[in-house]
């Protein structure tokens, strides 16, 4: 198990008929811009009422629910963290934030799930070292959890591409 279940695309997440996405979330869980704004569009108001229901998600956690509208069936919810330099544990909590959304994939079972990249837009993440850590923690993941069958990381813009080019090499 190992790079071959990593797949780049360039389209919207909503769009993606996997088992789950994930969202780039805020501690609220509430909603936002971004690919959080985009999720909760298309999913429709189901999902901000269970969203209530979780009382929010601390930074580097992940929390999961159902998809509503979307065609993926689940929407696992991660905090990123914003980026502040680099000497606040901002790697530590990134790292997290995958090892957390791969517990609930182990959890739930999950076999396909789709990754925005986390904490790169409005939290200022630099796209090359976020790149670095989400293939890390994949293939971390993809070693124990041997059901797993694809993983796919969208670029939605052309320097999210090529940072996962890069980290993929
Ligand atoms: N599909 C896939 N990726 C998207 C989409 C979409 N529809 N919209 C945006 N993206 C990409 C961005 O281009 C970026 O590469 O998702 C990545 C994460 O960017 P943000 O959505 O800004 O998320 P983040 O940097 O983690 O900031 C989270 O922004 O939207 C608010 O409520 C959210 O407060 C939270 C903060």
């Not at 996997?18 to 429709?44: E, F, M, Q, Y």
């Not at 124990?144 to 090529?162: A, D, K, P, S, Y």
Request: aromatic share 8%; net charge negative.
């Amino acid at each position: 198990m190992g790079k071959e279940i990593i797949r780049l695309v360039e389209t919207d997440i909503t769009a993606l008929a996997v088992d789950a996405i994930v969202n780039a979330a805020n501690n609220s869980l509430l909603g936002g811009g971004g690919v959080d704004g985009a999720i909760h569009r298309a999913a429709g108001p189901g999902l901000l009422a269970e969203c209530r229901t979780l009382h929010g998600c601390p930074t580097g956690g992940a929390k999961i629910t159902k998809g509503y509208n979307l065609p993926a069936r689940f929407v696992i919810h991660t905090v990123g963290p914003i980026w502040q330099g680099g000497n606040h544990d901002e790697a530590q909590l990134l790292r997290s934030c995958y090892h957390n959304t791969f517990a609930l994939v182990e959890a739930q079972h999950i076999t396909t799930i789709a990754f925005p990249a986390i904490s790169t837009g409005a939290y200022g993440y630099p796209a090359m070292e976020a790149a670095c850590i989400a293939v890390r923690e994949t293939l971390a993941a993809a070693e124990r959890i041997t059901f797993l069958q694809q993983v796919i990381f969208v670029c939605f813009n052309i320097g999210t591409r090529r940072a996962y080019e890069e980290a993929l090499q």
